[in-house]
């Protein structure tokens, strides 16, 4: 989801893929902006990326001020996914300080304030001209206070003079039991509150960011799923707010002639959405692989996500019915990605397929079979999570085709997965096993295919070492000979 850039604030980018985008553009600029969850949540990594990022992409030096972790500690923490911070430090680029803060070592008096605090503070800021600051956490600098009053107060004091200072300020702090943060203040002085939440359900970790307020400014309102991965975090709306993706005229092969023949087009539109759905054993992973053959003859990378083979087994078993993929392998006109879905969740999921797709810039992607995504999310998350990857492909106008495990043959609409994607999908394909006089008969028929004519008949499908084979119907419909579609 896109939000427009319409408010007159300006705004920080954050360089954390996806919030600029909800955002509007990233973080009010000048002011400070509060980021609560609870413990694990990722409120430290966040910050921390967002003064790299402001860094190395937007030439914004920054300070980050702990009262939690040395900064030996930080530094080793987030080594791993890629942040060098002795060298922005080296660099004279980045500022980190440790404030250590005991309770039992704090004697209140009437006269407490955030004086020394300040001072300490503003030398970091203008010793390396820091336009961005982190505090982490806030609940640290004011755990010696007991006086309700002085503490609020203070609070305010704190928040106004970042905002004097002219810096552009995370301030991390811990959620609260019935407030989003311990002292339930921070959020009503803040510009900008972002609520960060980790979850377990079915013993699958996810995690979920809201944006709770943003003065001045739009933003998205929904809780979107975000990932912490070796490169940092990532942030995945939910869809795009229009439906303004281009669209093609241009007419691509699906592989098989004789299934091409079956739409008026003779064939299908570039950048469109397949959906192929059938019983096990009705030869969905082939006609997928007939797909991907046909764009890498087209000299077209693709790209080919496998829930249920290895690369080496595909490639083995489509041999067997004429499919040789091997050399598009080698030549890396074909990757394929294979790995069991209960590896991860479904954003996990999304986050590779959209990862790769940038990467590596496929003309097609197929999925096989997306039936195996139930098993880690209900119904509505799958189609949630299926929306924003096909929104990903029509904007790029990328050629996709989906196939689904269904287990009831006459009833395929009662399906979670059908269910959950056959309405997105451009063109819906089934096949079918029926028993015949004690032989097992295929048969494949279109259901729909949006813009385009097609028939309307029950196909007989056949499989040997040659490939696929379709039979005509016994009657042909006159309309359909008319029409020429047969």
């Known amino acids: 989801m896109k939000i427009q850039k319409n408010s007159n604030i300006p705004k920080t980018p954050t360089g954390i893929h996806g919030l600029d985008e909800i955002t509007g553009g990233g973080l009010p600029k000048g002011r400070p902006t509060l980021i609560c969850g609870s413990a694990g949540c990722g409120k430290t990594l966040f910050a921390v990326q967002f003064l790299v990022k402001g860094i190395t992409e937007c030439n914004e030096p920054g300070v980050f001020m702990s009262f939690e972790e040395t900064a030996r500690d930080l530094t080793e923490n987030v080594n791993s996914l890629g942040f060098d911070l002795k060298k922005l430090i080296a660099d004279k ?29 503003n030398y970091a800021i203008d010793s390396i001209g820091a336009k961005r600051v982190v505090l982490d956490t806030i609940e640290s600098v004011f755990g010696g206070m007991d006086n309700t009053i002085l503490l609020r107060s203070e609070i305010r004091r704190l928040f106004q003079w970042l905002k ?77 707010l229009k439906l303004e993706h281009k669209t093609s005229g241009e007419m691509i092969s699906y592989g098989f002639p004789a299934l091409d023949k079956l739409f008026k087009g003779n064939g299908y539109y570039r950048g469109n959405s397949c959906l192929i759905t059938g019983t096990a054993g009705t030869s969905k992973t082939i006609l997928a692989s007939y797909f991907a053959l046909s764009s890498c003859k087209r000299k077209e990378s693709t790209l080919y996500f496998s829930f249920e ?49 940038k990467e590596y810039d496929p003309k097609t992607v197929i999925i096989d079979p997306i039936s195996s995504l ?43 997965t059908v269910d959950a994607v056959s309405s997105l999908a451009d063109t819906w394909i089934k096949v079918r096993n029926e028993e015949i006089n004690g032989e097992r008969v295929r048969s494949l028929f279109i259901v729909k295919s949006r813009g385009m004519g097609h028939t309307n008949a029950l196909y007989n499908l056949s499989i040997n070492e040659k490939g696929i084979g379709l039979t005509p119907p016994m009657n042909k419909p006159s309309r359909e000979k008319q029409e020429g579609l047969l």
């Open 93 to 121: 680029q980045l500022k980190i300080d440790h404030i250590r803060i005991e309770k039992s070592e704090i004697e209140e008096t009437g006269e407490y304030d955030l004086e020394g605090l300040f001072i300490r503070l």
């Open 164 to 240: 004097d200072k002219g810096v552009t300020a995370i301030i991390t702090g811990e959620r609260g039991e019935s407030s989003l943060t311990r002292q339930g203040l921070e959020e009503y002085v803040s510009d900008c509150v972002i609520l960060l939440d980790f979850r377990v359900i079915d013993q699958i970790a996810t995690r979920r960011l809201r944006i709770v307020k943003y003065r001045g400014s739009m933003h998205g309102t929904n809780e979107y799923p975000f990932l912490i991965d070796e490169k940092g975090v990532s942030v995945l709306p939910i869809t795009s």
């Open 309 to 357: 083979e290895s690369p080496e087994q595909l490639l083995r078993n489509m041999l067997s019915v004429g499919i040789d993929l091997k050399p598009f392998l080698k030549s890396k006109l074909l990757q394929i990605h294979s790995s069991r879905p209960s590896m991860q969740g479904l954003e996990m999921h999304l986050l590779i397929i959209q990862r790769l797709i």
């Open 374 to 416: 139930v098993t880690i999310g209900s119904s509505s998350e799958v189609r949630a999570m299926l929306l924003r990857l096909i929104d990903v492909l029509k904007i790029n106008q990328i050629n996709a085709l989906f196939t689904a495990l269904t287990h009831d043959a006459k009833n395929e609409h009662n399906d979670l």
